[in-house]
């Protein structure tokens, strides 16, 4: 199992006690997902090369009520026992919200990644040639698909439409039924490709299950190459 260390453990009440620390971190990387670690202290130390010594002092402080804890549960305990009559196996007090917080993270981490590749994108530098060159349907990289129209309003974007599946598994949304997901497309459908992509990447940043097209900003008319082109022509004037 896996578990993620914050840097507090360092910081709080058990600061001096660094065999409740080491002891602390053995537990909290073995748990399962609900914080619970049913093994001995001799079990303990043969997994973790900790001698028995410092797992049993360490198991002591933990055990303990600490009035200076951040959390008032359990008087402040960091482990508690599962079984009170026996002397091994315990529930790490806080490990569900440390959990949630270290899942909020990584969510606003990926969130974060997908706006720098974004960006990486849009500062490509397209050659001269190229943006004046009249856009055809062979030449475009995004997908065709339900629709048979040559302009851009009726395309999907599929590279955008991966990312927001993508993006609702994420969020453990329930999979979308066919109707649903006409209907999502559908609200794609009605922008330009980048348009799409920038609306996915909104409800990414946000958490939203569901696409909001309404929300993107109302100055945003053109398109990323049709911009450029209004550019290139502003500056030859």
Request: aromatic share 8%; net charge positive.
């Amino acid at each position: 199992m896996y578990g993620k260390i914050f840097e507090s453990i360092y910081e709080g009440s058990l600061y001096g006690h660094y065999e409740a620390i080491v002891t602390f971190q053995a537990l909290i990387v073995l748990a399962d997902e609900d914080g619970l670690i049913d093994i001995s202290p001799q079990a303990l130390s043969g997994k973790t090369s900790i001698p028995l010594e410092i797992i049993r002092k360490g198991l002591k402080v933990l055990q303990q009520s600490d009035p200076h804890s951040r959390s008032p549960d359990e008087d402040g305990k960091r482990i508690v026992l599962l079984n009170e009559s026996r002397e091994f196996g315990w529930r790490i007090v806080n490990y569900e919200y440390y959990r949630n917080v270290a899942r909020r993270a990584d969510k606003r981490e990926k969130a974060a990644e997908r706006q720098r590749k974004k960006r990486k994108r849009d500062s490509q530098v397209i050659d001269f040639k190229e943006c004046h060159a009249p856009v055809t349907r062979s030449s475009r990289q995004f997908a065709h698909t339900d629709t048979d129209t040559d302009t851009d309003i009726n395309i999907i974007n599929e590279q955008a439409w991966q990312e927001y599946e993508q993006h609702r598994k994420e969020l453990r949304a329930p999979k979308l039924t066919e109707r649903g997901r006409k209907m999502a497309r559908n609200k794609l459908r009605h922008l330009s490709p980048e348009d799409q992509l920038a609306c996915v990447e909104r409800s990414i940043s946000n958490g939203w299950r569901g696409l909001f097209p309404e929300k993107l900003s109302p100055k945003k008319k053109l398109s990323y190459a049709e911009q450029l082109a209004e550019d290139i022509r502003a500056s030859d004037q």
